[in-house]
């Protein structure tokens, strides 16, 4: 047989397009897909989560693709009947999201060994609760020398240029939000009062940031020295060596449950529970809660300790006592009326 | 494959157009490319666009009906496209002289030139622009020496301003400016300038009647490239910008990702892409109208 020019640029073709596209030819049997978070929860995901599934499953092949739940949502609602993604981690507001699209399986309940030890909060059929992240006030130990105890303390003259906070348009600048209306007589169907008191905090305000991570390092470079923060962002800047204490204020701090979704359609499902089982079971999360990673954990069983046990809760009963959720049905519902307000009127 | 005709053997009635044979085809692989991967998903951009509610389940034009019908959509946009013009008359301003610089320099010189032009472009956009917020934050590079220097007795708040992104993205886009220009300047012949001193013309009037005229093209390749740049940079003006300065390419993220509003999403992609086209193609005029002044 002998190659003229158009078969082999077929070929050429053929073999490019194959390495553009490498799913193509993989299609039956690719890995499981574990879409986590980025930065330190893929680290986490990755040094604690995946060995134990591993281990649990004979060494199923696994690759975790770090994004955000929205981007998640996007891809996997993109590709319906073939998802990129098997298992998916949402947040309270976009977990609603995949759950009114249709984007998820049902986790198989009666099957799991670790289910029913955890929290009652976090036992949702449509995605159990892996862990939890918590919202309170972080500071600049250096620079505010009293620690706050209420978020009223934002509103003190003696931080004037000092206050940061993030839009609307992550989970942390929502709930900080949503928290504001409820301690000042409103809530989740009345928002009014917080843009009342975003309002008095403007001579206060340093930094409107874009995300909850560009608010972090504006710690760092002294931007602002008090602001709402995530308790793990803070944990990793705590790290780092920069000067970052979390607080947790007397109102309640403000939690999310993160859920893990198996995706709807996946051809992995069987192992996409297996991971979320791995993801409930008390060894995973007690090391998980441990330095460096310091995630709050869903299980019940997990002895708290460490940097949990004294900045969040001693134990699950204070953790029941001290959470503050979010009802985010209502929320979602009112979210884009509140992110276009939020446009329009807060300028520094 | 005997029909194939060398070029330069074609008959008589080939002769207007010798250089049209097959070759063409050798454009059809990026073609069909551009077609799936780029003019595809544009039109997809459009349809979408052309629903009417969030859910998409009729069409209609009502989301370009609310975007036009609200004075806050069209201040974003004004925004934007200003923020352009900020940007790339200042990219000018500072790139112009560098690049002149460049071209009358001697060759160890202009490899240094050539160097420090070229490098921003070897780092990623995201460390550059983290390199920025180092420099105009609280306790950054600038307010420091302000402070030690007794100019400010408070650090003055340098990010999160417009001024400060102004800065980050001439900065970030200076090579964008810069190239063409020395493309541009390298090809002018220096006997012009010449001519024009030994006729009596001073520097300056050498310069605003002799090389700035031939320069034109380089100028506006330059400034098309920066404006196209500084608009869409959606890093840098979210990281610099802040996030309570809103302009159209986080507006479009806003309203696909958090919002999951794709129709209202997809009317500002094709309200801003428009846009900008207008703007380029005034560019491209302002290209036109200095080649007739050139040649003229």
């Not at chain 1, 069987?270 to 299980?299: D, G």
């Not at chain 2, 050498?206 to 100028?219: A, D, E, H, R």
């Amino acid at each position: 047989m002998t190659l003229d020019r158009r078969q082999i640029l077929a070929a050429g073709l053929t073999l490019g397009a194959m390495s553009l596209f490498p799913g193509m030819s993989w299609a039956q049997a690719r890995k499981l897909v574990f879409a986590t978070f980025t930065g330190s929860w893929e680290e986490a995901h990755r040094d604690v989560i995946v060995p134990h599934f591993r281990k649990a499953t004979g060494n199923a092949d696994i690759a975790l693709d770090p994004m955000l739940s929205v981007d998640m949502i996007a891809k996997v609602s993109a590709a319906k009947a073939n998802p990129p993604i098997d298992v998916m981690l949402m947040d309270p507001g976009p977990r609603l999201s995949v759950i009114g699209q249709d984007l998820a399986a049902p986790f198989p309940v009666d099957d799991s060994k670790n289910y029913k030890d955890l929290l009652p909060v976090a036992q949702l059929p449509e995605g159990p609760g892996i862990f939890f992240q918590a919202v309170g006030i972080t500071y600049n130990p250096e620079k505010v020398k009293t620690p706050p105890t209420s978020w009223d303390d934002l509103w003190k003259p003696e931080y004037k240029g000092r206050v940061g906070i993030t839009n609307m348009n992550s989970t942390l600048g929502t709930a900080f939000m949503v928290e504001l209306a409820k301690t000042r007589g409103g809530g989740e169907n009345d928002i009014e009062p917080a843009f009342a008191a975003l309002k008095e905090l403007q001579p206060n305000l340093g930094a409107v940031a874009p995300n909850p991570g560009a608010l972090a390092t504006l710690f760092q470079q002294g931007q602002i020295d008090i602001s709402p923060g995530n308790f793990n962002a803070i944990q990793i800047l705590r790290a780092r060596g920069v000067p970052v204490e979390f607080a947790k204020p007397k109102t309640g701090t403000i939690a999310f449950l993160t859920t893990a979704h198996i995706t709807k359609n996946s051809p992995n499902a069987k192992l996409a529970a297996a991971l979320i089982e791995s993801a409930m079971a008390p060894e995973v999360q007690t090391k998980l809660m441990q330095a460096p990673f310091y995630v709050i954990p869903t299980n019940s069983k997990v002895q708290m300790d460490g940097d949990i046990a004294r900045m969040i809760a001693k134990d699950q009963e204070e953790l029941k006592a001290s959470f503050v959720f979010h009802d985010w049905s209502v929320i979602n519902q009112n979210r884009a009326g509140w992110i276009e307000r939020f446009n329009k009127e807060i300028k520094v | 494959m005997t029909a194939i005709t060398a070029p330069g053997l074609a008959g008589p009635a080939t002769a207007a157009w010798p250089r049209i044979g097959r070759e063409w085809t050798l454009a059809l692989p990026l073609a069909a490319f551009f077609a799936v991967f780029f003019v595809t998903p544009l039109l997809l951009l459009v349809a979408v666009s052309l629903y009417a509610d969030a859910e998409m389940t009729r069409f209609g034009l009502d989301q370009y009906i609310r975007f036009f019908g609200d004075t806050f959509n069209l201040a974003v946009l004004g925004s934007t496209l200003l923020l352009g013009v900020k940007v790339t008359a200042l990219t000018l301003l500072f790139g112009y002289p560098l690049a002149w610089l460049y071209t009358r320099s001697g060759p160890r010189m202009q490899s240094a030139l050539i160097l420090v032009i070229i490098l921003p472009l070897l780092t990623s956009v995201v460390v550059r622009t983290f390199a920025w917020i180092v420099i105009l934050g609280r306790d950054g590079i600038v307010n420091n020496l302000l402070l030690s220097l007794g100019l400010a007795e408070t650090p003055l708040r340098l990010l999160y301003t417009e001024g400060g992104l102004v800065a980050a993205l001439v900065q970030v886009q200076m090579p964008l400016m810069v190239l063409p220009l020395i493309t541009t300047l390298s090809r002018l012949d220096p006997n012009l300038l010449d001519a024009s001193a030994a006729l009596g013309a001073g520097p300056w009037r050498g310069f605003l009647k002799v090389t700035l005229p031939l320069s034109l093209p380089g100028i506006v390749a330059g400034c098309l490239l920066t404006y196209a740049a500084a608009v869409t940079a959606f890093i840098t003006q979210s990281l610099v910008g802040g996030g309570q300065m809103l302009f159209m390419p986080q507006y479009i993220y806003q309203q696909t990702i958090t919002l999951h509003n794709w129709p209202f999403a997809a009317a500002i992609s094709i309200v801003f892409m428009m846009s900008v086209l207008g703007v380029v193609m005034l560019f491209n005029l302002l290209g036109r109208a200095s080649k007739g002044y050139v040649h003229a």
